[in-house]
Each structure stands twice: as structure tokens, then as C-alpha cells.
């Protein structure tokens, strides 16, 4: 098959990621998985993996991980998800996308055993299936595969990672992790294998015995083995003093935006510390830290006005968001919000973690997606906070009124869900004009 054929024929799998929230029954079945990687000739084994979950910064921290894998000579394949703009993001060695070539080819490899399966596989099974082959035969040296939904019950869970990664716990997804934190954090601990190291990232003491009752080789908690000690506002980024349970690292420099991402990078650094047996070489950290991105994550894509797109797709995530536009943007002289989200998300708690009651105006659009929210509810929640709103029928429409409105001191921040992002960022580059 060609690349079209190829993801026509994925399209017509169960996609759990489009899926309405009300369907339970559409959680991913690990016996299914578990066939589907055994009649391929398990490629999960072929390479060491360090298994990532989380609520929010897992992408991120993925990222932060393979360049600090790369900085020490190691080939590295990233599984990561959702994609912005193009499906061969989620699937890349050395931070380079998988060609069209190579994705067509690792499809048709899964499509040509799935009838040995004896079940029908979801698209992101299908998907992470094809990822693990192709990383079998790059060949790579590890893998940083970031989970899709959960752990305990993902497709990812076919791996035995060496370490696994909880950036932090949230409230997201609770019509199938839910409802509680606990619920989720006992999903998400089911990542963990007894022969692993645990980097937590979660600070809840009250959750903490929930990830030790899983009792990895070694648990590394984030505040007592592990800490952000330094983090100051740099241009263009973030200055880091971190402590990891090897060393101490002064003055990592960042490029990203938002206090958080140094807390994902301290996740990160910790992964690779316990992939490695030993602390990392301080240039090596900061090399890798200096080329560290993370697209649609508080990422400046227009100045004059300040044009800042960022994924948050639930309130911690739109809560990290506003302190950050606070702390490295507060000199503009307004700001407005391009919102879309899915449906399940409360439009006034998200609006809210916004600080829309400061924003001067709030464009609502709908997600380029089958769940997305009604533009009626965002208007209705913003209305509430004695916002100006307008309504737009697309992303494209809707920055388009954004700029429109805009003066050239102030900020356009466009946000909800990483289907706006993405949506956003092909029509600014110009790939979807």
C-alpha cells in the first residue's frame, strides 16, 4: 500500500481518540494488543524502553528525554500523541519524523497479520504496532514511548519498560479513568514493571502509596530524591538549578516557555540518570536542554501582535498556561483567547484557569473534531466573565477575526485542545491556505 491506502485502511479501525466519552465499552483490550505484537514477532523486546504516562507534560518530557538520550550517542525512537498537524509526528527516530515511505511500509506490515489476530485491532493499536516495528527494524538503541490513554489497560503496555515515567496526576479523562485522582493514579501506575525504576513526578503524598504499592527496583520521587531547586525567567526560555538522585545541575538553560516545562525537564533528566546507572555530564545536559522544542505547547508563532498557541486541554493544563503568559508576557497591553474544546470539558472552569475575566475579548471556534464543544457553550461561559465574544465556523476563521481585532502590543492566545493548535498552526504556516 501506498501512504493513502495505508492510513484509509487505518481510518477504518476504531479510533479511540474521536470515540464519543459516553462509550466505556471502547477501552483498549491488552489481550488484543498482545496478540497483535506476538503474531509480529514481538519488536517490543528487540530494544530497552523507558514507558511514559501522565496527565499533562508528557509529550514534552518525551521530547526533553530523547535529546538527552541523543546527547550521550544513544539512537532513539519517540511513540508519542496526539499529532498537530501530520500522523508521522507521533512516530520519529532522532527526533526526525518517519518518511511517508517507511509509515506506508510498517502499516502494511501490521494490515497483512491483522486477520491472525482474531480480533479487530482499534487504530491506535494498529498504530502502536507499526511504531514498535519500525523501530525494530531502524534499528534503534531505546525507545521513549509515551502512553495514549491511562497505562494499565493501553496499547503501550505491551513494553516492559526499564523506567517509567508519572509526570503528575489530573483530572482528565474520568469517563474512563475516573472519577476520582486515586482511580486515575492507580491506571496510570500500571505502567510500572517490579524490575523498573519509577521516576514520579506526582507530589500528592496521599496518592504516593499508590505508585510504591506497585514496588519497582527503585522509586524515585519527585521533592525528596529529586527537585527543581532554581527556576528563573530567561529570555527565551527558563535558567534551571536542578538536583537529580546523582548530581546537581546550575544554570540549565530552556527554551520554552511556562515554569512547568522545568519540572518536565527534571522528569526527564531523572529518566535518563536512571536508564544510564549514573549522573550525566553537565555539558552533555546542557546541550540537550538548548535544543529542546515542544510545538503547541506555549509556543510563539507570531509577534505584533504576540501570537502564542498552547495545547491546554484540561484546567491544570490552562492553569500552567495563564501563570505563564503572567510571568514572561504581562507587559502587553490586552489580550484575547481563541478557544475550541471537546465536549466534556467544563467551558467555565477552562475559561476560568484562563483568566478569561481579563481578556478583552474571546473568539470561540469549534475543534476539528466529530467531539467537539458547541461554539454556543464557550460564547455562553465567557459571557458569564463580562467578556466581548464572537464565534467563528473554523480555526482558520476564527484567528482570522482574532488578528483582525488585534492591536500590535497585544496577545492572541490560541488554546483548548490540540486539535485547535494543530489546526491553527497549518493554517500561520500556510500549509492549509
Known sequence: MDLGDALEWLDNHQNLERMLADQHNSIPDPARMRRLVDVLGDPQNAFPVIHLT??????????????????????????TSPHLERINERISANGVPISDEDLADALTGVAAVEPLVGARPTWFELLTAAALRWFADVPIDVAVI??????????????DGVVSVVTNIGLDHIEFLGPTRADIAREKAGIVRKSSTLVLGEADVELYPIFAAEHSETLWW???????????????????????????????????????????????????????????????????????????????????????LDG????????????ALAEEFGEVRSRILVVGMLRGKDAGEMLAAL?????????????????????????????????????ATSVP?????????????????????????????????????
Not at 495514549?148 to 513494553?159: E, Q, S
Not at 529570555?235 to 546550575?250: K, S
Not at 522528569?267 to 550525566?280: K, M, N, Q, S, T
Request: negative net charge.
Open 355 to 391: 483568566d478569561a475575566q481579563d481578556a478583552r475579548l474571546v473568539v470561540a471556534c469549534p475543534a476539528p473534531s466529530p467531539r467537539t464543544q458547541p461554539t454556543e457553550a464557550i460564547v455562553a461561559a465567557a459571557s458569564r466573565f463580562g467578556c466581548e465574544t464572537l464565534e
Open 146 to 159: 509515551e502512553v495514549g490513554l491511562g497505562g494499565r489497560w493501553d496499547a503501550t503496555n505491551v513494553v
Open 222 to 308: 519527585t521533592g525528596r530524591d529529586y527537585a527543581v531547586e532554581g527556576n528563573e525567567l530567561a529570555v527565551g526560555g527558563r535558567l534551571l538549578d536542578l538536583r537529580t538522585p546523582g548530581a546537581m545541575y546550575h544554570e540549565v538553560f530552556l527554551p520554552l516557555h511556562g515554569r512547568h516545562q522545568a519540572t518536565n525537564f527534571a522528569d526527564a533528566l531523572v529518566a535518563a540518570e536512571a536508564f544510564f546507572g549514573a549522573p550525566i555530564e553537565p555539558d552533555l545536559v546542557a546541550a540537550a536542554a538548548a535544543t529542546v522544542r515542544s510545538p503547541g505547547r506555549l509556543e510563539v508563532v507570531g509577534r505584533q501582535p504576540l501570537v502564542v
Open 312 to 323: 491546554a486541554k484540561n484546567v491544570e493544563g490552562a492553569r500552567a498556561a495563564a501563570a
Open 54 to 79: 501522565g496527565t499533562n507534560g508528557k509529550t514534552s518530557t518525551a521530547r526533553a528525554l530523547t535529546q538527552l538520550l541523543m546527547a550521550k550517542g544513544l539512537s532513539v525512537g519517540t511513540f
Open 397 to 433: 476563521a476564527a484567528i482570522d477575526l482574532a488578528l483582525r481585532a488585534a492591536e500590535p502590543e497585544d496577545l492572541v492566545l490560541v488554546t483548548g485542545s490540540l486539535y485547535v493548535v494543530g489546526a491553527a498552526r497549518a493554517w500561520l504556516s500556510g500549509s492549509s491556505r
